[in-house]
């Protein structure tokens, strides 16, 4: 294992903060207070922008009236926890909750697991048919969800899969398996080829080359896919509102939609609904932003 | 560079030796690249089953007349066999130059090139110009970082649903309009406020998928340029112009590319916001889902259809765009 080639922190910033000595004349990097000013006023103003929409869920999901949403001033006097309390007791809420996650965390395995192998055969490897490969892989990327829907819903309601977790994992993975390969491509190649070699030297097979070596230095990659197709399943509306048709196995994409149609348009409940689905999908988000930023830019041999 | 060597394995490949028959060379290729088949095997396998197979089922459906009255189903213990016959080419031409094929073609096309070029400039130059911000040495700009990615990390069924709150007619945008004594258009019911407010929430979901991504490259372009170009005199604009966005060209390229199929195919936001309501609003992956599911009967053929047409518009422009590209490159070479 050559951990000496693991990625660390570059130093440089840190030398040059240290190192340089104080001086008067301006630098790169250091900026005129007015300018400073404009930045911070600039993304303080994008900050806003990014957050109210949130932010104004989370408010109107306290007002206990299903109408608040339009007198939004009425909700500060009377905030309540009761449409939590209501969602959480009386609704499919947990059904939900069992469907959406069996559905992408088995995409995210499916996809990451399939996908690896293969990101790298493409990424080190020519081979004849290697530019066709790579063609099918980004054109399957730009399959509008018309050009399947039809055909699979056809083809699953002759297999008995509608309505059925499988049938939509399966569904799925024609997205997430080429995605996650053309992303694991792409960081397998930011790991240098000397690393390959010195396997190679080694006497490693190709094979071992890529899995004793190239794997676990590709976490973040791996990371990366596996969050990718996690998010799309999970947020996946168009399969899901068609294919699902009980309501005890909507995922929260469909079941969000229902708190409109079947309940009369209960939208503080829905409000409820939306905050309780979004809390711990951007806990995860942020939990692993930080590998989906070096995992999308990143290569292997910094430092 | 007629020599070049496989990096995973070490072996020379396009050499020029003269080209032995073709049961050696399969042979030979077969012993020398088994492991990479072996390797893309899986991937080959999952694509051919969940795609290909149904992409020639649907092209198939295209050329009959089928919908949901003459398709195979199941109705308690009856069993209806499928009674659609072949059309040829009629839903493909109905389509393109049928009666009302403006209405129900041309004029949602045009829209969908608008609502991409639209939304993928807004995207890269908004996504830009912050990347821009939070790459210099600011206080807070981590936390900064963190809530401009909010919009993505927030499922996008959710926020559009806080958008229809806000967007609503009596909703807080209006009231604030309102207040500020300006016209409160009806964002969700006439035409082109649907279409403005279409932008509007998409643009707020993909700026920053953008940010982030053209932040990796900027952080990835090599600090030794901008000193060199410094060294050599260059201002601010200079050095953005001729050292940031050369450095940027491979990540923005692919992100452009991305965005732009995304978009053109972003089912999501508008489905969401204006469920059924908004014929003038939907673009053409939107329209097709509607004529396969969201009307009685349901129009599989037509709908197959127009993923069809939909399918062939990217992968034509997307070649362009690629030989655009390098040509772009090469010019950049010589």
């Known amino acids: 294992m050559s951990t000496s080639t693991a990625p660390t922190k570059a130093p440089a910033e840190q030398i040059a903060a240290s190192t340089a000595p104080p001086r008067k004349v301006r630098g790169r990097g250091e900026r005129s207070r007015a300018a400073s000013l404009a930045s911070h006023g600039v993304l303080t103003l994008a900050s806003l922008v990014a957050l109210f929409p949130v932010a104004w869920l989370v408010y109107l999901s306290l007002g206990p009236d299903k109408n608040d949403y339009l007198h939004p001033g009425r909700i500060w006097s009377k905030m309540t926890f009761d449409n939590y309390a209501f969602v959480l007791q009386d609704t499919n809420f947990f059904d939900w909750l069992k469907s959406s996650l069996i559905v992408s965390l088995g995409t995210t395995v499916i996809g990451v697991l399939v996908a690896a192998t293969t990101g790298y055969a493409v990424s080190r490897m020519r081979f004849p048919g290697y530019k066709k490969l790579m063609w099918v892989l980004l054109v399957t990327q730009m399959f509008p969800i018309a050009v399947l829907i039809v055909p699979m819903y056809q083809i699953l309601s002759k297999l008995q899969l509608i309505d059925n977790y499988f049938g939509l994992i399966l569904v799925y993975c024609s997205t997430a398996v080429p995605y996650c390969a053309w992303l694991l491509k792409g960081y397998f190649d930011t790991i240098p080829f000397e690393i390959d070699e010195a396997g190679r030297v080694d006497g490693l097979t190709p094979f071992g080359t890529f899995f004793r070596l190239i794997l676990p230095l590709a976490r973040p990659g791996l990371a990366v896919a596996g969050f990718y197709s996690f998010i799309t399943a999970f947020g996946e509306v168009a399969f899901a509102s068609t294919f699902m048709l009980s309501d005890t196995k909507y995922t929260f994409a469909v079941g969000l939609q229902s708190f409109i149609s079947e309940h009369d348009a209960q939208r503080n409940l829905m409000a409820a609904t939306a905050v309780l689905v979004a809390i711990p999908v951007s806990a995860f988000f942020y939990l692993v932003q930080k590998n989906l930023v070096t995992g999308l830019t990143a290569g292997g041999t910094k430092g | ?334």
């Open chain 2, 1 to 334: 560079m007629t020599v070049a060597i496989d990096r995973a394995t070490g072996k020379r490949r396009g050499d020029r030796s003269p080209r032995p028959g073709l049961g050696r060379r399969l042979k030979d290729g077969y012993q020398k690249h088994w492991y990479a088949y072996a390797m893309i095997a899986p991937v080959a396998v999952v694509i051919g089953v969940l795609v290909l197979y149904p992409l020639g089922y649907g092209l198939y459906l295209t050329l009959t007349d089928a919908n949901s009255l003459n398709s195979a189903r199941t109705i308690g213990v009856n069993e209806i066999e499928a009674t659609y016959k072949f059309v040829g080419l009629d839903n493909y031409a109905d389509i393109l130059w049928g009666p009302t094929a403006y209405d129900r073609f041309w004029s949602h096309f045009i829209w969908t090139v608008v609502w991409t070029a639209v939304c993928v400039g807004l995207h890269f130059f908004i996504g830009l110009g912050l990347a821009l911000l939070l790459n210099q040495k600011l206080r807070g700009r981590t936390f900064y970082r963190l809530i401009l990615v909010l919009p993505w990390a927030v499922p996008t069924f959710v926020t559009v649903f806080g958008w229809r709150f806000m967007l609503a007619d009596q909703g807080i945008i209006n009231s604030a309009l309102d207040w500020l004594h300006l016209p409160t258009p009806a964002w969700l019911e006439d035409t082109f406020w649907q279409r403005f407010s279409a932008i509007m929430v998409n643009t707020w979901c993909g700026v920053p998928f953008m940010m982030v991504s053209l932040l990796g490259g900027l952080q990835s372009i090599d600090n030794s340029l901008y000193e060199a170009s410094e060294m050599d005199g260059a201002n601010a604009w200079q050095r953005f112009r001729y050292v940031t966005l050369p450095g940027l060209r491979s990540v923005s390229s692919t992100v452009v590319l991305l965005g732009i199929i995304w978009t053109f195919n972003q089912f999501a936001v508008i489905f969401l916001l204006f469920g059924n309501t908004a014929p003038d609003a939907q673009i053409l992956v939107t329209w097709a889902y509607q004529l396969g599911f969201g009307q009685q009967p349901r129009d599989f053929a037509q709908s197959a259809a127009y993923g069809i047409l939909l399918l062939a518009i990217l992968i034509v422009f997307t070649s362009f765009y690629r030989r655009w590209l390098n040509r772009n490159e090469q010019q950049l070479a010589n």
